[in-house]
């Protein structure tokens, strides 16, 4: 690896760039020494906790706009985990899905579990993608609104000419928090809290509809064999309580609750969107400007906001570019590992600031002029 030293001036004040985990904020690390440390080690089961739990639905539901009848369900477990309570526990018949990437191409295989109908996958190009079409018999429609893997975005919207009965699910892991949506335009919004709610791992959120309610609650009364710990009716009915049905990760929770604070003080989800889409339009500007760089996804209208890619030319090597910013303090700018393309990937979540994105491209192209 070349010896290369990034001068101060050139470096951002905080070099964590990662698309999960991601940034966390030193106020939302301040207040867990403080307030946090108290709830460690704590029954999730009183009032503390619960009241911990409390104020996340309620942040979150003040962020995404206060839908009429919407609930915040929580699990344990990640996104991962969601994509088998989907399959167990909200699926039904049919299916269709949109993907254009490793997370969609995940959730796809969750649906297509042998209690349910071969679904049908709309497979688009990574870097692109396509859209979803309304198709008689569809039970639901599933697409990831951000794929983490490419840094191609899809917008929260439901298909005309769908079944009026038909469910949208829509995949905002890296999404959440960073990207406006109308939650009226889907039914089930899940993501996991470690990207832009710059906390840690270990639970998954669902902003539901009614209609998803109630379709998960009618699954649960057929004679459909469902593990417990991944039944959403018991996640609905623990949730409603301000509780999971397994310990909860305490700290993941309250260094959300720290993130939705901010972001609703701040402005809401739409000064979140400004500010993900600014840093992202710099690193954008950047690697169309360069002579070395320019974006993966080539249609402006696909790329992503909070995950930007970054081809580089075959003259350089964005893996050795990569080593040498984890060496000077700026982590985590290296590629979806099963992409296997020359690229960067920056994530640019509602954590991260404008200044250190522009400090980011500078100490990039100090690296490239002066590799040997």
């Known amino acids: 690896m070349a010896s290369i030293i990034i001068p101060n001036d050139l470096l951002p004040l905080d070099g964590r760039f990662g698309c999960g985990p991601s940034k966390i904020r030193p106020d939302q690390l301040a207040a867990f020494a403080k307030a946090g440390a108290e709830l460690m080690g704590t029954s999730h089961r009183q009032a503390p906790v619960k009241n911990l739990v409390k104020r996340v639905q309620e942040g979150l539901m003040e962020l995404f706009h206060n839908p009429a009848g919407y609930e915040i369900v929580i699990g344990n477990g990640g996104s991962t985990a969601f994509w088998d309570v989907a399959s167990y526990s909200l699926a039904e018949g049919k299916s269709q899905l949109l993907v254009h990437g490793e997370f969609g191409a995940k959730f796809a295989t969750s649906l297509s579990a042998p209690w349910l109908t071969k679904p049908t996958v709309i497979q688009g190009e990574v870097g692109s993608r396509l859209d979803l079409i309304a198709e008689a018999g569809i039970s639901a429609y599933a697409y990831p609104q951000n794929e983490t893997s490419t840094g191609v975005v899809t917008p929260v919207k439901r298909v005309q000419g769908a079944d009026k009965d038909a469910l949208y699910f829509t995949d905002a892991t890296s999404a959440a928090g960073g990207i406006d949506f109308d939650p009226l335009e889907t039914d089930v919004y899940y993501f996991a809290p470690q990207k832009n709610f710059a906390s840690d791992g270990g639970l998954w959120f669902a902003l539901m509809s009614p209609a998803a309610v109630e379709r998960a609650e009618r699954i649960a009364a057929t004679d459909r064999y469902i ?146």
């Open 227 to 372: 593990p417990e710990f991944l039944s959403l009716k018991t996640a609905i009915d623990n949730s409603r309580l301000n509780q999971t049905l397994n310990t909860p990760a305490i700290s993941t929770l309250f260094l959300l609750a720290e993130q939705i604070d901010w972001m609703n003080e701040s402005g809401g989800l739409a000064w979140a969107d400004a500010r993900t889409k600014a840093a992202s339009d710099h690193l954008y500007a950047w690697a169309e400007a360069s002579a070395y760089a320019t974006p993966f996804v080539s249609n402006p209208e696909y790329r992503s906001q909070v995950v930007s890619t970054i081809d580089f030319a075959e003259s350089v090597d964005a893996a050795e570019v990569a080593k040498i910013l984890r060496s000077n303090g700026i982590v985590d700018t290296e590629p979806y590992r099963k992409l296997g393309r020359n690229q960067l990937r920056v994530a640019t979540f509602t954590a991260t600031e404008l200044e250190d994105v522009k400090q980011l491209t500078k100490s990039i192209d100090y690296v490239v002029s002066n590799l040997g």
